[in-house]
């Protein structure tokens, strides 16, 4: 009796383990099935590991971007357009990781828990993914950049949708150069700068350490300031781009006076300044949906005067991530809410009915931000000059930022206040010099594209 006690207790454990095993396969199938489904080992999606079948990209004009045909993968008609969409679209063999075609290859291989890629076995094709971007405007602002690498980003700060991603070098998929890994003309050109790229930001910066001195220093927009062209602390000095003379703290925001900055960095404190900058996501790990930003950087030293002043201004430690400011700007434009930029306007029938949701990632006090929009719409009627942008009632900022054994980086971010053109934009031109020239002239352009095309 004891022995048959024995094996039943052996056979119950069997079973107990084999039903534990299912139970664990189920789980791991629920969470990673579409994940082993897209595995580049699967014949029915991959070649050699490049993506020959899935599902069709489309912008939001409905235009084909990448699509699957007899067993090879088509992309736009226009060179122009394949490498101005290069880095959003993405390549066949996941090189861009934050590419369509790697980041959503789970979504493009058309699997389900139920049927896995049945629907891609038979018919050959997964589930097609729209686009917000139009590819248009993403073309205008690649050949805006000129001979400049670097990134813009165009979205709408109401809805989140990214209308315009790009960034620079890029190639053609469809003539893939020879030296593409050997030509410094292509150095980092599978990374996506727009999501993944860090820089130092220059002036822009500015709209931190004011948004910090509008919370923390009541009497600040009644001071004057008095700007010699540099201002000295005991350990250093801070150079300014002119002498300003007396100036006001709206003044000194058009005039992006370094040495008004400089000084209200100092006041303020490297606690102060940290204690905003990371309320407006500095220092974490921000995500635009589904991917993963670069983290923008800021680090005030506690023990030099100057060195805090450089980093208020955007300078010394301090970097910045394209898109993360971009949503800074959101944040001001849509009275303290700033929207993760979205790239999905469908995947499937389900969700071109449902839609996505825009997702809060900035948050930003509401007096604040009326006050930074009060600001940075100055800027341009009274500094820059609403010339530079005809007809968009732009508000913004721009940056130069100064470089090592380099020309600076022109850096400017800002939108529209029009209500039937509520975007935001930001653009970085790699070496290209003043924020005043090619970061503008490249911002106005793809916006101009808007407003007559959105």
């Known amino acids: 009796m004891k022995i048959t006690a024995k094996r039943a207790a052996v056979i119950y454990a069997i079973i107990g383990a084999f039903l534990a095993g299912v139970i664990i396969f189920v789980v791991q199938l629920a969470m990673h099935g579409s994940v082993w489904a897209s595995n580049k080992a699967n014949r029915h999606i991959y070649s050699n590991g490049t993506v020959i079948n899935t599902g069709a990209i489309y912008n939001r004009n409905g235009e084909t971007l990448a699509e699957s045909v007899d067993n090879e993968r088509v992309f736009s008609k226009s060179a122009s357009v394949r490498k101005a969409v290069l880095h959003i679209v993405g390549d066949t063999s996941g090189y861009i990781s934050t590419g369509t075609h790697y980041l959503y290859r789970d979504v493009l291989s058309g699997y389900n828990f139920v049927n896995g890629i049945y629907k891609l076995k038979s018919s050959g094709t997964g589930t097609d993914i729209t686009l917000n971007i139009d590819s248009e405007a993403n073309r205008i602002a690649y ?130 300044l940290l204690a905003t900058a990371e309320s407006l996501g500095f220092n974490k790990q921000l995500a635009a949906k589904e991917i993963r930003l670069g983290k923008s950087r800021f680090d005030p030293p506690e023990t030099s005067a100057s060195e805090l002043g450089w980093a208020g201004i955007g300078q010394s430690t301090t970097y910045v991530n394209p898109t993360h400011f971009l949503m800074i700007a959101g944040a001001i434009a849509n009275g303290g809410n700033g929207y993760a930029p979205d790239r999905i306007r469908s995947a499937g029938v ?42 968009l009632e732009m508000c913004g900022k ?57």
């Not at 993944?196 to 009497?219: F, H, L, Q, R, W």
């Not at 449902?354 to 341009?380: C, F, H, W, Y």
């Not at 206040?417 to 793809?446: H, W, Y």
Request: glycine share 8%.
């Open 143 to 272: 050949e805006a950049l000129g001979d400049f690498n670097g990134a813009v980003e165009v979205y709408n700060y109401k809805t989140g949708e990214l209308l315009c991603s790009v960034s620079k070098p890029a190639y053609d998929v469809d003539n893939v150069p020879k030296d593409l890994l050997t030509n410094p003309e292509f150095e980092g050109v599978f990374l996506d700068k727009v999501v993944s790229g860090i820089y130092t930001p220059g002036s822009i910066m500015k709209i931190v350490t004011a948004a910090c001195a509008i919370e923390n220093i009541p009497d600040i927009d009644s001071r004057t300031f008095e700007c010699t062209g540099e201002h000295k602390f005991k350990d250093g000095s801070v150079i300014c781009n002119g002498e300003h003379g007396k100036i006001t703290f709206l003044e000194a925001m058009n005039e992006s006076c370094n040495s008004v900055f400089a000084e209200i960095a100092v006041e303020l404190g490297p606690e102060k």
């Open 398 to 454: 721009t940056g130069t930022a100064q470089q090592d054994n380099a020309a600076s980086h022109s850096w400017f971010v800002g939108y529209s206040q029009r209500s039937d053109l509520p975007l935001a934009v930001v653009c970085i031109a790699e070496n290209a010099g003043s924020g005043m020239r090619t970061a503008v002239t490249v911002s106005n352009k793809v916006m101009q594209y808007f407003l007559n095309n959105l």
């Open 350 to 391: 389900i969700s071109s009915v449902v839609g996505r949701p825009p997702e809060t990632v900035i948050k930003m006090n509401p007096a604040t931000a009326q006050k930074l929009n009060d600001m940075l719409r100055s800027n341009i009627r009274d500094c820059y000059g609403d010339y530079r942008f005809p007809d």
